[in-house]
């Protein structure tokens, strides 16, 4: 049952009142997935599904800017084997939506196939220069990192549609820090140096990890959501005219990734999780409990867990 308790005063002219809602959760209910949906988010118009992959769960709670973030039986996750899922409606166009999970009633976390997050310790510091209108984090509703989209997602139209890459044996290759690449530390900037580095006779950059990683300022090597672009070097469409701007130029441009390892603030990471050993739960489906070799940063991924391949 969700249950709200209010208590008004009057004194015949003014009326003042506080609330306080109060949850008892009931059981997760089993009920299989809607057919073709995959983990993470599935947009489908004015309606979202949501589905997390959680063996072990006991029960999920989805929280939003639909619910103020607090949890209630009217959000509790429906079980499908090792699967949480629900389906929201009514969702308005031309909205950004910022949501997060709540794990067996203690754990927050983001969503590990979001493409875009809010982070409440670092985009304070993020100018608006870099990324403009970049939504405040919800800091009076919840805390943690939450995934944000967009109900009416923009459509980047490509100016080079038919690119050919160079061919390997070939690469003039440039490596490539946004951070440390231009006084401003952005993609935007970057854009303006393209011409220099044609010049050069590169015909390849390779990008530093520009995956969503902890903080703003870094190499990229401390990854925290894969499937995000870091909102510290500019917008989504920043990066997409970036790449289309090199490859009007003849240049390719190449991703590096991090798949070995993961910071804490990854929800794989954090789901199971060890706090008295300060370390990974030996019944993580993604991670080493500890790294098989003296180079390990951060938590290890085990590449021998069918979970951790499918994932990448």
Sequence with gaps: EDIVFKAVA?????????????????????????????????LNGNEATFVLFAPGKKSVILLGDFNQYAASNEYMMKKDGDYFWITIEGLAPNTEVAYQFL????????????KKILDPWNDKYITASVYPNLRPYPADKTNDVVSVFATTPATYNWQ????QRPKQN???IYELLFRDFTVERSVKAALAKLDHIKNLGINAIELMPI???DGNDSWGYNPCFPFAADKSYGTKDDYKRFIDECHKRGIAVILDIVTNHATGL????????????NKTASNNPFFNVDAP????????????????RDYF
């Design 10 to 42: 009057t004194n015949g002219v003014e009326t003042v009142e506080e609330s306080v809602a109060v949850t008892i959760l009931g059981q997760t209910e089993n009920a299989p997935r809607p057919a073709g949906v995959k983990k993470g988010l599935n």
């Design 103 to 114: 794990v067996d009633k203690t754990i927050k976390c983001a969503d590990p196939y979001g």
């Design 160 to 163: 080079v549609t038919d690119f």
């Design 170 to 172: 070939s690469l003039a």
């Design 211 to 213: 995956q969503e990683f």
């Design 266 to 277: 990854f929800p794989y990471a954090k789901m199971w999780w060890n706090s008295s050993a």
């Design 293 to 308: 070799h003296d180079f390990s940063v951060y938590h290890d991924f085990n590449h021998t867990k069918e979970h951790t």
